[in-house]
T-cell receptor, first 114, second 114 residues
Framework: AQSVAQPEDQVNVAEGNPLTVKCTYS??????LFWYVQYPNRGLQFLLK??????LVKGSYGFEAEFNKSQTSFHLKKPSALVSDSALYFC????????????FGTGTKLQVIP | NAGVTQTPKFQVLKTGQSMTLQCAQD?????MYWYRQDPGMGLRLIYY???????DKGEVPNGYNVSRLNKREFSLRLESAAPSQTSVYFC?????????????FGDGTRLSIL
C-alpha cells in the first residue's frame, strides 16, 4: 500500500529566509509525487509534480522540490519566504505501479513571520 | 475560467436528513473525485470516477453514494446524514484516468450535521 508522511504539523520561518517543508513516502513501484497548497476557505492548488527525470523539480510561485529516491523523500523548498506563502501545504503520492488513487499527507501549516 | 464548481458552499443538516452535493467541471477532464477534509487527517478519498459511466470506492465510502451524471458532473449523496459526516467536502478533477496528472479542486462545501 502507498503512504505519505508530513512529519511537521507546522513550520515557522522568518520572511526572507529559506523554507523547507518535509515529505516522505512509501510505494511499491516508482512514485508519482505532488505538492499542493491550500489557502483559507479555498480548495487545494497544484504547485508541482515529479514523475520522472531531474530530481529537482521547479513549480509555481518560486517553489521547488527535491526528489531523493534513497531517502524516499520529496521536500518542498523555496529560497526566500514571503508572508504570502503562509498556507497549508500537502504532499501527495501515487504508486506508479498501477493504483489510480492518490494518497495525501495530513498537511503542514507554513507560517512566515514578517 | 470556472474550473471546478461546487454547490452549495455551506449547509447545515439535521441527523437523518439527506442531501446531494453537486460538482461540475468545465475542463473536459475524464477523472473526478470526492474527498473529505477533517482537521489533522488530511484529505481522504470517498469515491472517484475514472471516466464517464464508472465509479469506484475510495478510502471512506460508507454513508455516501455518487453519480457520474455525465462527463462534466459528479454528485455526492448523503442518504441519512450523521454527525460524523460533519466535514469540508472537496470535489476534484484531473485529465486522463491514471492518476498521474494534477488534480484541480473546487472551493469546497462546508457541511455541518446537528
Amino acid at each position: 500500500a502507498q503512504s505519505v508522511a508530513q512529519p511537521e504539523d507546522q513550520v515557522n520561518v522568518a520572511e526572507g529566509n529559506p523554507l523547507t517543508v518535509k515529505c516522505t513516502y512509501s510505494v511499491s513501484g516508482n512514485p508519482y509525487l505532488f505538492w499542493y497548497v491550500q489557502y483559507p476557505n479555498r480548495g487545494l492548488q497544484f504547485l508541482l509534480k515529479y514523475i520522472t527525470g531531474d530530481n529537482l523539480v521547479k513549480g509555481s510561485y518560486g517553489f521547488e522540490a527535491e526528489f531523493n529516491k534513497s531517502q524516499t523523500s520529496f521536500h518542498l523548498k523555496k529560497p526566500s519566504a514571503l508572508v504570502s506563502d503562509s498556507a497549508l501545504y500537502f504532499c501527495a503520492v501515487r504508486d506508479g505501479g498501477g493504483y489510480q488513487k492518490v494518497t495525501f499527507g495530513t498537511g503542514t501549516k507554513l507560517q512566515v513571520i514578517p | 475560467n470556472a474550473g471546478v464548481t461546487q454547490t452549495p458552499k455551506f449547509q447545515v443538516l439535521k441527523t437523518g436528513q439527506s442531501m446531494t452535493l453537486q460538482c461540475a467541471q468545465d475542463m473536459n477532464h475524464n477523472s473526478m473525485y470526492w474527498y473529505r477534509q477533517d482537521p489533522g487527517m488530511g484529505l481522504r478519498l470517498i469515491y472517484y470516477s475514472a471516466s464517464e459511466g464508472t465509479t469506484d470506492k475510495g478510502e471512506v465510502p460508507n454513508g455516501y453514494n455518487v453519480s457520474r451524471l455525465n462527463k462534466r458532473e459528479f454528485s455526492l449523496r448523503l442518504e441519512s446524514a450523521a454527525p460524523s459526516q460533519t466535514s469540508v467536502y472537496f470535489c476534484a478533477s484531473s485529465q486522463g484516468s491514471m492518476g498521474n496528472q494534477p488534480q484541480h479542486f473546487g472551493d469546497g462545501t462546508r457541511l455541518s450535521i446537528l
